[in-house]
């Protein structure tokens, strides 16, 4: 595991605070789950999925410079990144593997739901939509056979998971009785197990430290955090 003690500096704080950031998220979503039957609290699902993707949105968020300094990436393309690079750290993907096999069943599920497809919300259930549906579920499935795991996870992750990420973020559904509840559950299963898994892989390559890209907001003072006007140490 990545020591907490050890010496922040500007070239590790991505790394590192990715982790912290991320342990942050996790541990409250656990201690709201914890708290499931007691009558101090009732995790709700969707509360938990939100805070799982804060979690998520911790490790996979970028700034890029540019002349004038920093800029917030798009997220689209940043998750896409922190896919492919978590894949390949993922030695042999041993680790990733095994996650992929823990929520297959929960997966498919999502693959398949028409609400969670962009193309459904256009067009209603057109035999186009179906179709489609049915190829892009295979096509995942499949890529995880041959051992694809980047494709399967980005096929999942964005497209059905961002779409009920969506709905839920951007107010479109309601709160405790919304009719999306049998989709949140596979979804908060399948974010709960990733991220566990993405830091596990993370911390086991703490040679690659130096090799992650700045966070956003990075909090005053740490070594990222900008300290003159106009100016990033």
């Known amino acids: 595991m990545t020591s907490h003690t050890a010496k922040l500096t500007q070239s590790n704080q991505g790394y590192r605070d990715r982790i912290k950031r991320t342990r942050s998220w996790v541990k409250r979503a656990q201690a ?28 996979y968020g970028r700034v890029n410079e540019t ?44 693959l398949k739901s028409r609400y969670l497809s962009e193309a459904y919300w256009r067009e209603g ?31 999942l992750l964005w497209w059905p998971v961002r779409v009920l990420r969506n709905q839920i973020f951007h107010g479109c559904s309601t709160n405790w009785d919304s009719l999306n509840k049998d989709l949140v559950d596979p979804a908060l299963r399948g974010l709960g197990e990733l991220i ?12 690659k430290e130096n090799e992650w890209p700045g966070i956003p907001f990075p ?13 990033w140490p």
């Open 196 to 207: 566990s898994v993405f830091v596990d892989v993370m911390e086991a390559r703490v040679d």
């Open 32 to 59: 709201l789950e914890s708290m499931a039957g007691d009558s101090a609290g009732n995790a709700d699902s969707q509360e938990l999925f939100i805070i799982y993707w804060i979690a998520f949105n911790a490790l």
């Open 125 to 155: 259930y057109s035999p186009h939509v179906k179709r489609r549906l049915e190829e892009e579920t295979t096509a995942a499935e499949e890529a995880m056979d041959s051992g694809d795991l980047y494709f399967y996870w980005e096929t």
């Open 219 to 231: 909090r005053r003072g740490s070594p990222q955090h900008r300290t003159v006007r106009g100016h």
């Open 67 to 110: 002349g004038q300094g920093r800029y917030l990436r798009p997220g689209d393309d940043d998750a896409r990144w922190f896919l492919r690079r978590i894949c390949d750290l993922d030695s042999g993907a041993v680790r990733i593997g095994a996650a992929v096999s823990a929520v297959r069943k929960d997966a498919r599920s999502l």
